[in-house]
């Protein structure tokens, strides 16, 4: 008796299946009689999970973090439109410069047009300023107000999407990151359809600049969110997310490739203000932003209060050792180890938060005692966020606690101490000719906020069970599953001003009516732009071993 059509589709759905999981699983099966992956597979790994992403997954060339399988719903750090890109890392700009990095591993072609669509992107979407917002909608701007005006405003701890300001930001490198793309695609070719974009993207870092040497957050200057009885934050000088070394990075890779002498003064007032905005004794730390006029300590969203910070001051501190290595000035040491005494003085002792990291996240101005913060309420609108000296029960989404590595800052200091000027400096590309940019921009540790992925920490080698494990959990469509650990309910309806009942003092999401991304009870998979990034750079560092 004959199939009938549906059995017959059946059979060859079922009979597909089973080739391309015998095929998926070839490459460990290869290594367990020891033949390692070859070059050839690999690029084919490669090229099957870019055509995926560049033709499946992206928006007119943009991206956002992550996707549901039937493409539903997606998500940067909240819930986007399907006309959405995200600037964010890991989104558009790090899938551009992942891309490149792809293109000078194998010498394709698709790549480099890949990349070249991604920075285009991010073009119809640049601030006529220069910069770049969190995000784009390339469906024009009324769309953008629209998300601003349902998703963003409910998102209760993600305070910087309840106001649409209309500017561009340097908050969480997604400007930085992507004028360095602009660099780096142009230079690539010198293809002049990049230049405008370039050239915007420097006189925006430029324009922004206060004559201190400090940045604003966002830019141009507008103000205008006074939250809850705070004032707009985002025109204070930003230490927060490397806003300031990160402009120094971009202007010192405009420097050694473009040889462009305008930005030297900028790099030079940049690395300054981080001495000028250092405090006194007995407290010589600095905050998460400062004021322009007299540089002291300034609070930022509701749960980021006016203190002092620790992860911030040991970051500056590490900034300033850098300095010292590109310019050979002791004065970028000179105030570094009583900060780091400082910061010493701030361990908690073990009965405070047991199972927590050692320090404050918060130190108040004066006292010295750490600040914990806390919320009540279950949503925007009758919620809030409030900070007390009391260690229990503190929000889980913005840590009250910090690891801070007081001993390696002690050990860079002496070494540095010890190294003349103008050793410590012989690398500089302030001291020596123009250079090329790195090869590669995605083979190490890159910062993000998608919760789906972490830290994206990669290690330094790849070997050949890691390429082999990567080829095989490949699907048959091209894409990684990733668990989805970042889930957000959708949005319903502006919340009540009415508590709803239940406990979301420290929870990542409140009532229903919340949009804030929360860890799921049981993560479903789901398509990850960086878990996308964090395989393809591993499978690129094989190639390259």
């Not at 992956?37 to 992403?53: H, N, R």
């Amino acid at each position: 008796m004959p199939l009938s059509p549906l059995t017959r589709r059946r059979l060859l759905a079922t009979t597909t299946a089973t080739f391309a999981v015998a095929a998926a699983m070839a490459p460990l099966r290869a290594l367990a009689q020891g033949v390692a992956p070859s070059k050839d597979q690999v690029l084919a790994t490669m090229k099957k999970a870019s055509t995926f992403m560049a033709e499946k997954a992206a928006y007119e060339g943009g991206y956002v973090w992550s996707y549901l399988p039937d493409f539903s719903r997606r998500f940067g750090e909240m819930e986007a439109f399907p006309t959405m890109i995200w600037v964010q890392p890991p989104g558009t700009a790090t899938m551009g410069h992942l891309f490149l990095d792809a293109y000078h591993a194998t010498g394709d072609e698709y790549y480099y047009q890949a990349a070249a669509k991604a920075a285009g992107a991010l073009i119809k979407i640049q601030h006529p300023a220069g910069g770049w917002n969190y995000m784009g909608d390339l469906a024009g701007p009324a769309s953008l107000q629209k998300w601003y005006d349902t998703i963003g405003k409910n998102g209760w701890r993600l305070e910087e999407f309840q106001h649409y300001y209309g500017n561009a930001t340097f908050d969480d490198e997604g400007t930085a990151e992507s004028c360095q793309l602009m660099l780096r695609i142009y230079m690539e070719k010198k293809d002049k359809a990049f230049k405008p974009a370039l050239d915007k993207a420097i006189k925006f870092v430029l324009d922004s600049q206060y004559p201190n040497g400090g940045w604003p957050q966002r830019f141009p200057l507008s103000g205008g969110f006074e939250n809850k009885g705070h004032p707009d934050y985002t025109g204070y000088i930003t230490f927060n997310d490397g806003v300031v070394d990160e402009n120094i990075k971009f202007l010192l890779m405009v420097w050694q490739t473009l040889g462009d002498k305008r930005v030297l003064d900028p790099i030079q007032r940049a690395m300054d203000i981080y001495i000028a905005a250092q405090q006194p004794q007995p407290q010589p730390g600095w905050g998460l932003q400062h004021t322009v006029a007299d540089l002291k300590p300034a609070g930022a969203r509701t749960y980021e209060p006016k203190a002092f910070a620790s992860h911030t001051t040991a970051g500056n501190l590490e900034n300033l050792m850098d300095y010292y290595q590109l310019t050979g000035d002791p004065k970028y040491l000179a105030r570094v180890p009583e900060a780091i005494d400082w910061l010493a003085s701030l361990k908690l002792n073990d009965k405070i938060a047991p199972g927590k990291p050692r320090y404050p996240t918060f130190i108040e101005i004066g006292t010295g005692d750490p600040l914990y913060v806390h919320r009540r309420g279950s949503n925007v609108f009758n919620g809030e966020y409030f900070v007390d000296k009391h260690w229990e029960n503190t929000i889980v989404h913005y840590s009250s606690f910090r690891a801070v590595n007081i001993d390696k800052l002690r050990k860079r200091y002496a070494a540095l101490k010890a190294t003349p000027p103008e050793v410590a400096s012989k690398d500089s590309p302030l001291k020596g000719a123009r250079r090329p940019l790195p090869r590669y921009f995605t083979t190490k540790d890159i910062s993000v906020s998608d919760l789906n992925v972490g830290a994206l920490k990669t290690s330094d080698r790849t070997t050949d069970a890691d390429a082999a494990k990567l080829m095989a959990e490949l699907n048959a469509e091209g894409w990684w599953p990733t668990e989805m650990k970042a889930v957000s309910n959708p949005y319903i309806g502006d919340g009540s001003t009415t508590v709803t009942p239940g406990e979301f003092s420290t929870t990542r999401v409140g009532d229903p009516t919340d949009t804030s991304p929360y860890i799921a009870d049981v993560p479903k998979p789901g398509i990850s732009t960086g878990a996308y990034i964090e395989n393809m750079a591993s499978l690129i560092r094989y190639l390259g071993a």
